[in-house]
Each structure stands twice: as C-alpha cells, then as structure tokens.
C-alpha cells in the first residue's frame, strides 16, 4: 500500500492538491473536513457536533475523527491501494491513533508532505476562497483562529512524523503544477 499524509496549515492547498495526486496514482481520498461538511449538510447529529466546533475554527473531539477513519478503513480497506489523508491527523493523538490502526492493517504512513505556505499568503487565500466556497469558516475571524489551532495543536504532529523519518518539505508557493512536480518526486521517492 502507499499511504500520504498530506500536512499544511488551512489554506496551503492540500484539496488541491489531493485532487492531482488522485489522478497520478491509484488511491482512495479521506478528507476529514469534507466528511464532516457532508454530515452537516444531511443534518445528521454528528453533523451538528461537528459544526459547533467547525464555525468557532476549533477542531472537531478527537474520538469523533478517529471513529470515522476506524470506519472507513474497516469498510473499504481491501478494495483500495493506499490512502491519501487530507486534513488528518490534526492532532498527536489523531497521529498515534491512525499509526496503531495501519499496524492492525499491516500498513503504514509512507510519507507525509509538508506544504510550507506564509501566514499572509494563507490568509489571503482563504479570504478569496470564502467569496466563493460558501464555507462558513472561511471569514476573517474564523480563519485566524484556525491558524491559531494549527500553530497549537497540529504542528507538533510534524515532530511525530520526522522522528518515524517520512516527512517531505514541500514549497507551497508558486504554480500549482509546479508545486505538484515536488509532490511527485517525493511520493515517487518514497514507494
Ligand atoms: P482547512 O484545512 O482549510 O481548515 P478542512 O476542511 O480540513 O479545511 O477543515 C475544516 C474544519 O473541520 C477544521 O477547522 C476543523 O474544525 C474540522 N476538522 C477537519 N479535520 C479535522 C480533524 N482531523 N480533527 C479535528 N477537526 C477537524
């Protein structure tokens, strides 16, 4: 199996991103944010959870996140050649937890890609995407908070994958093709 963390600060492109690695190589695509927007859009309960924290910037509990990955995994692994995950693991918990669950799967992450953008561009970018996503989050208020809850609470996620030896530092500034001949070469780098 290849497995991709896709690591950045909100804003730094890892949709995007994603989207292209999808048609490069043969791999399914969790993005936690876009699972739980799903959920707030069928008003489900956990949707509704979701959207309490979502909308303050805050992250969504950490057992919640886990539970919905445990599922996936458990339905489609099997079917599928490797994982790109997009917006997770969010947290050291969230690192230690999908670690544990690619063991029982005798898998494991093979590289984490680490799309290094400036606060200001991030900003920037996220108040122009918010003119059209429709997302809620995407408002100046919310946006800082998130950047906030990165510097905090994701980033030392990094140290938990440099010291298992995966992590790629990718320039997240310039032309999206060719910020994506970087991911290429590191992902091919790491097979
Ligand atoms: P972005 O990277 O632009 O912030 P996402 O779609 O990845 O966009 O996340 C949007 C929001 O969804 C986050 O601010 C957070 O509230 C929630 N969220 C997404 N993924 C996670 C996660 N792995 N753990 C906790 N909360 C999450």
């Given at each position: ?43 489900t309960q ?122 790629a530092n ?22």
């Amino acid at each position: 199996m290849l497995n991709i963390v896709i690591f950045g600060p909100p804003g730094s492109g890892k949709g995007t991103q994603s989207e292209n690695l999808i048609k490069e190589y043969k791999l399914a695509h969790i993005s936690t944010g876009d699972l739980l927007r799903k959920e707030i859009s069928t008003n489900t309960q956990l949707g509704a959870l979701a959207k309490s924290h979502m909308d303050k910037g805050e992250l969504v509990p950490d057992n919640v996140i886990i539970d919905m990955i445990d599922s996936y995994l458990d339905k489609n692994f099997g079917k599928i050649e490797g994982v790109i995950f997009d917006g997770f693991p969010r947290t050291v918990a969230q690192a230690e937890a999908l670690k544990n669950l690619l063991v029982e799967y005798k898998t494991k992450v093979n590289v984490t890609l680490n799309l290094e953008v400036p606060n200001e561009e991030l900003m920037a970018r996220m108040i122009e995407r918010g003119k059209t996503s429709g997302r809620s989050d995407d408002n100046p208020e919310t946006i800082k908070a998130r950047l906030d809850v990165y510097e905090k609470q994701t980033k030392p996620v990094l140290d938990f994958y440099k010291k298992e030896g995966v992590v790629a530092n990718i320039k997240g500034v310039g032309s999206i093709e060719g910020i994506f001949a970087d991911i290429k070469k590191a992902v091919d780098a790491a097979k």
